[in-house]
Structures are given as C-alpha cells and as structure tokens.
C-alpha cells in the first residue's frame, strides 16, 4: 500500500510533499494508517483529536490512546474536548451533523493558528460508498451521487482511493495499533447498518463492487462536470446583476430542456428549500416570492430577481424641532431658507409650520396612503410603488419621514402635498437626503 499510496500522492497531490500537514486522528484503524504513512514518507505533520465526549470514559482513552502515539514519535498534538450533546440541542442538529460541525470548524482555526498549509482527514473508499447509499435512501442530486471530494479547499483526504480491506492489511503487516470505536457495531445508526449489513451483501454479489463503484463515481463526476459547465454557461449569458440583485431572463430559462435542474444548480448555496415554489415561480403572477432564512427569490414580470433578504425594520426613529442632522439610518440634514432652490429627488421644501414634531422615520407598512406632490387626492402607497416599477426589495428599503399619522416625503421619491410651501407659507424647511 505504502508504494501505492506513494504514486497516488505523486499523481494528484505533490504538493503535500512539500507543505505542513494536520492530519485529523480519531485513534481508529483510518486515521493512525494515514500518520504511519505520512511517517514513513517523512512528512512534517502535527495530529489533531476531537474528544467529543459521547462515549464517557472510552473517548478520554481515544485522546490519551493518540497522545501517547505522538508523544512517543515526537508528533505535535492538538486535542479539543467538545461538548457535543449540549451543542446539539441548542442548534437544534443532530449529533452527527453537530460532530461534523465542530470538528471542521475547529480543524481550519488550528490550521491557521499553528501555520499548517493543509488539513488530512482519512475518509477511504468504503465510506464513499456508504455515503452513496445513505444520500440515495434519503433522497439527492449530483452532489449527493458524485462521493466525498477528494479536495475541498484546505481539506484533503488522501486515501479514498483505498479500501477498508486494503487498510486493515498494512496495519496487519507493520504492526500498527489503533482503537476500536464500540459505536461501529451498533447498527442504530444508518452507516453502520449500511457498513454491516447491506454493503457485505452487496460484496457477496460481485467480489468487484469497490472497483465498479469507482468506476461508476468517475462516471457520474464526468457528468456532473459537463453539467456544471452547461449551467455556467447559461447563466453567463442569461443571468445580469443590478446593484445587489441578481436578475434571471425567464423566456431562455423556460426554453431550456431542464429548467428545475437549471433553477436548482443556480440557487442550490443559497438555503433554500421550497423547491417545488420555485419551479412554478417563472410561471406565477408578478410579485409572486420565496423565501430563505437570508435571501428572496421573486418574479418581477419578465425576470426571477435574486436579492439579499431585508427584514422590514420595526424602530421608528425620531427628529426633534432642534436636531439639523440625522446620520442614521439615514443621513438627512434640515435647515431654514428664504426660498426654495435647485429641487431634486434628494431635497425637499415644506412649510415649517404644517409639521408636528417630533417627526419619525420608519419603513412603510400595508394601508400607507399620502398625497402626491402636484397631484390631487391620496394615492396608497403600494400603488405608488406598482406605478414607479419598485421590485420588492427596493419596496422593503424604503423609507418615509412622517409628521403625526401624515406622510411628508416618500425619502428620495416624492413629497406629500399637502406640507407643500404655498404664498401663506413663512418658514420655509429645506430637507436634503445625503448619500
């Protein structure tokens, strides 16, 4: 294995030949081969332990079981002891999920912290094709069907070209020792039923599973990469953005064979989950939206609009009879003029006198009515924002300075008549929005 592993190294990783390397090492049969093969290749490598603390007294003889090992070999050795099951429960994860989570995290802090250049976990062939089984029985795309990565950015995992069998016999032939997980033969847990029960099975039935596996994973990566390419390509052509939004042209989306493929690799990183919303979204009413925890998705006629999710803000904030500036949430200045010059989105003029203070600032609700300047009668304010073509985020920035229960400025849009200066008018208030 040693000269195997040699020549696999050479093909797809040289680079680790070169650089410090973290190896993630649990004290099971994996992960104390890949440091016995790190040693013999003479790499500079310091070890990395999670004690998640799950299985009482067998974890805390996992950590000393690995510290002793690199003790003895002189190997730098980094342990963090997490409280797993509490972590869990607050976040709501699964305790895998929250074990994933953790020891991920804290891998990329102490490999920036100690000045290591890549982090080695000992994931091999036999967990990719576990991982396979588990993403088919629960449901999945490509990313699911195309295996563990074999890089993903820092994270390296250099023996999945190698199988459990091909493992256990070099540990055999150089004497290696390791600890034994008593979880692994609890078949509660999908993976090890999988491990145990079906994947032996499966063995039993072609003797050249992991080989035709693997052959089947290149397959499906070869696809997979088209694919990526072929979405890529459309959304060069098709997708444009416009300020913080991202717009979808729908009439090429709609042409394409596999829209709700297309949708999905688009808007897959994005947290969404209503799918089956989205795909009809193309088709659905301007306006129509789906949310994310952090992002909107909407129709806005003849484009899917992309956008970051600004959640309306509740404070209203308040202007003083004194205050000339106010620098947040917005930056409005206010002083007395003589006569009204040089108009424009950003500066108003009212009578003084019309206002009631304190005035507010606040977001614009559902039922907002106000008078547009230079027109007669009130108009709501979702109207106003239909006719001015507002997509629903620029409708979720906006912001209006009011007097009592009275709309004085659509900020940046339009004033309200009825604080309008006239000939009676012997305060003159000039208002101006700053960027």
């Not at 062939?125 to 629960?138: H, S, W």
């Not at 994310?292 to 959640?311: C, G, S, Y």
Request: proline residues 4%; hydrophobic residues 40%.
């Amino acid at each position: 294995m040693l000269n195997a592993f040699q020549h696999h190294i050479n093909q797809n990783f040289p680079f680790l030949q070169h650089h410090r390397c973290l190896l993630a090492v649990s004290g099971g049969i994996d992960s104390m081969v890949l440091v016995a093969l790190c040693r013999q290749l003479d790499w500079t490598v310091g070890v990395a332990h999670c004690n998640f603390g799950l299985r009482g007294a067998e974890s805390d003889e996992d950590e000393i079981f690995v510290r002793e090992y690199c003790r003895e070999n002189r190997i730098p050795f980094f342990v963090n002891r997490f409280n797993t099951a509490v972590f869990a429960e607050e976040k709501g994860l699964s305790i895998q999920m929250t074990a994933r989570q953790l020891r991920y995290d804290w891998f990329e802090t102490l490999r920036v912290r100690e000045g290591y250049d890549y982090v080695l976990t000992a994931h091999q062939a036999d967990d990719v094709l576990e991982t396979f089984l588990i993403n088919l029985t629960r449901g999945t795309g490509w990313d699911g069907l195309t295996g563990i990565p074999a890089q993903n950015g820092t994270i390296v995992r250099p023996l999945l070209p190698f199988s459990r069998t091909t493992i256990e016999n070099y540990a055999a032939e150089y004497l290696i020792s390791w600890r034994e997980d008593s979880s692994n033969g609890n078949s509660y847990y999908q993976r090890n039923a999988l491990r145990h029960e079906v994947v032996p099975v499966l063995k039993s039935m072609n003797p050249a599973l992991l080989e035709n596996f693997q052959k089947t994973l290149s397959y499906l990566q070869e696809t997979k990469t088209l694919a990526d390419w072929a979405v890529a390509h459309f959304l060069e052509q098709h997708l444009s953005q416009h300020g913080n939004e991202f717009h979808l042209a729908i009439y090429p989306l709609n042409s394409v064979p596999s829209s709700r493929a297309l949708l999905y690799y688009w808007l897959r990183n994005y947290g969404f989950t209503a799918w089956e919303d989205i795909y009809q979204l193309p088709y659905a009413e301007t306006g129509k939206q789906v949310l994310a925890p952090d992002f909107i998705l909407f129709k806005n006629r003849t484009h899917l609009v992309l956008a970051a999710r600004h959640e309306p803000r509740l404070a209203v904030y308040t202007i003083d009879r004194t205050q000339l500036h106010l620098n947040f949430p917005l930056k409005l200045t206010f002083c007395n003029v003589s006569d009204i010059q040089n108009v424009s989105p950003s500066t108003i003029f009212v009578d003084a006198d019309l206002l009631e203070y304190p005035l507010t600032l606040r977001k614009w609700q559902e039922g907002d009515l106000f008078h547009p300047f230079g027109l007669q009668g009130t108009k709501k304010l979702s109207k106003f924002f239909k006719d001015e073509k507002f997509s629903l985020t620029d409708k979720e920035r906006q912001w209006l300075l009011c007097s009592g229960n009275k709309i004085v400025w659509v900020i940046g849009q339009r004033a309200d008549d009825r604080f309008k200066v006239t000939g009676q008018t012997q305060t003159i208030l000039k208002i101006t929005l700053s960027e």
